[in-house]
């Protein structure tokens, strides 16, 4: 095979539960997944030896200079992973085109991993060993990320542990997002480690996150509305006291009409959900046009996982 192409989806968290730090440094979760269609894609192609080359995807703003180009991107442990696991030599040079912002809290390091470990696992399908199915491949993500199973699966999921165990939750119908960008992003362990110094100085011991029914219903429903009002991230405190600004990014949507404002995992990106596609490109012209983000892009929700194309 000369090329496999693999197109994958950034992700919104519709609720983050986080509970309690445990001794191995990670939150115990309650983890909502939303696969939305703002998109990277891979190219996996045959090469000497592994090489990684990173670039913004057409017509895409991505500042793509903070995205490591050696051994420590995640595509590149990707790689390596499948090829262990197949006994093999990661010979492969892997093109990462982004559209999901860097170290925006959409999870894009994560989906370059899911779609580097399916391209790879395509690349290298021969008669001589066994295929890797959907489960090896998200059970080798989870040792790559917390984030990068659920990339694999896509669609809408409930993530426990520290995010890798998924269910698929039942949705109806498409919703419709809008996602204001910032510059310069934010680091997913400190905002971890503000939210426990938050807990800790309000003297508020972190409980066992619970899984919303009333945003499991509005899923199940398709009833946007009810989603608006569902949405949480116990993130958003943290990622507000290291990044104040993005209040300003969060009243400016719901003063524009957003049914739904919260910052999107980790941040910086502020995630606006939209009743219909036109509510959805009104809501984006007129947040462009307030100045309170780095770039205003639309996409809806859900879509599948790392996909072959
Ligand atoms: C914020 C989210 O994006 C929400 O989906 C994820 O929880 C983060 O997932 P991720 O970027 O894949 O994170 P990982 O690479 O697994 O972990 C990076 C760091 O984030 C923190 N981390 C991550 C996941 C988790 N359940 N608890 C944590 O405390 C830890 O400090 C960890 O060292
Ligand atoms: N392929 C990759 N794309 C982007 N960042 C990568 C990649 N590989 C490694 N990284 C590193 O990971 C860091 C976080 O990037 P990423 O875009 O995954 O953040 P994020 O979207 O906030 O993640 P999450 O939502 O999972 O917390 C980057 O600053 C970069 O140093």
Redesign the pocket.
């Known amino acids: 095979m000369s090329a496999v192409t693999v197109r994958v989806p950034a ?1 919104v ?1 519709l609720q ?1 539960g986080v509970g309690p730090l445990r001794d191995d ?3 115990d ?1 309650v ?1 909502v ?1 939303h696969a939305v269609s703002l998109f990277d894609e891979v190219t996996a192609r045959p090469a000497e030896r592994l090489e990684i080359r990173v670039e913004a995807a057409p017509h895409s703003r991505v500042a793509v200079g903070g995205v490591p180009t050696g051994g420590d991107n995640l595509a590149a442990k990707a790689a390596r992973a499948v090829a262990a696991r197949l006994g093999t030599e990661p010979r492969v040079a892997l093109r990462i085109r982004k559209a999901i912002p860097v170290a925006g ?1 959409m ?1 894009g390091g ?1 989906a370059d991993a899911a779609a580097a470990l399916v391209a790879c696992a395509r690349l290298w399908d021969d008669r001589e060993r066994p295929a890797l199915s959907r489960d090896d491949l998200v059970e080798i993500g989870a040792d790559l ?4 199973p659920f990339a694999v699966l896509g669609g809408t999921a409930v993530g426990t542990g ?2 890798e165990r998924l269910t698929p939750a039942l949705t109806r119908g498409v919703f419709h997002w809008v996602f204001a960008t910032a510059d310069g992003g934010l680091s ?2 400190a905002v ?1 480690g503000e939210c426990d110094r938050i807990r800790l100085a309000e003297g508020r011991p972190p409980e066992r996150a619970e899984v919303s029914e009333a945003l499991m219903t509005a899923l199940a429903t398709g009833d946007a509305k009810a989603l608006g009002a569902a949405l949480t991230n116990d ?1 958003q405190p943290a990622a507000l006291s290291l990044r104040p600004s993005l209040r300003r990014t969060l009243d400016a949507g719901r003063d524009l009409g957003a049914i739904g404002a919260l910052v999107s ?2 941040g910086p990106t502020c995630a606006f959900l939209a009743e219909t596609d036109e509510d959805a490109a009104g809501l984006a012209e007129a947040l462009d046009g307030a100045g309170v983000a780095a770039q205003v892009v639309r996409a809806s929700g859900p879509v599948p996982g790392a996909t072959v194309i």
């Open positions: 992700k968290n983050l440094g990670y939150h979760l983890n997944f809290g999870a994560s990320g917390s984030d990068v520290r995010g997913t362990p971890y993130l995992g980790s």
